[in-house]
């Protein structure tokens, strides 16, 4: 993805970066929140450091 949040959520919950990929897209075609939920993390990933 753009922001990196993919590759820093995999980092923190030990999981492969295309599962969260996946999991995003699922998430934006089926649900609709998965854009909203990707901003808001990229927020978390911003301010964490």
């Not at 934006?28 to 450091?49: A, R």
Request: hydrophobic share 60%; glycine share 12%; aromatic share 16%.
């Amino acid at each position: 993805m753009i922001l990196g949040v993919s590759e820093w959520l995999s980092g923190k919950l030990g999981w492969k970066t295309s599962h969260i990929r996946i999991a995003f897209v699922v998430s934006v075609l089926f649900f609709g929140v998965g854009i909203g939920l990707y901003l808001i993390l990229w927020l978390v990933k911003m301010f964490s450091k």
